[in-house]
């Protein structure tokens, strides 16, 4: 039976039928993978975010008008475009697991996927180097 509120347990169904909790080993081995995997979420973003500002941040002018910049890196078969766009892909699917994990309702592994999330975010993204962002839109109203 699925569950439809948060509840604690070890007994839970990760994502795959065949990925069942039964025991205590299995369920703290399954939140400590949970928990990596969350981390290096964070980390894929940070590596995406620093390749596209590598591959679009020297180009760019910070005054130029974002309507009248050169569209360089638009080109569809570059391979930084593409490159960047695999990347973004396996961290979006990386995301969406983790979302499905914490499906499951589990209270322990909503709070492995959270702790992960925050401490990969500590670890990777959190270095002060606030100029690496990438803004697809420089206008401060959009």
């Not at 949970?34 to 964070?42: P, S």
């Amino acid at each position: 039976m699925m569950h439809m509120t948060f509840y604690w347990g070890i007994k839970a169904t990760i994502l795959f039928d065949s990925w069942r909790t039964d025991s205590w080993t299995s369920y703290l081995l399954s939140l400590v993978a949970l928990f990596a995997v969350a981390a290096f979420y964070q980390y894929m973003e940070d590596r995406r975010l620093r390749f596209k500002f590598l591959a679009v941040g020297s180009k760019r002018s910070p005054i130029a008008a974002p309507l009248l910049a050169p569209a360089s890196f638009a080109v569809a078969g570059s391979p930084a475009r593409l490159a960047t766009a695999l990347l973004f892909g396996v961290n979006s699917a990386i995301g969406y697991l983790l979302m499905l994990a914490v499906m499951s309702f589990n209270a322990g592994i909503f709070i492995a996927v959270v702790v992960g999330l925050a401490v990969g975010y500590l670890l990777f993204r959190s270095g002060g180097e606030e100029d690496l962002v990438v803004v697809e839109n420089p206008c401060a109203c959009a």
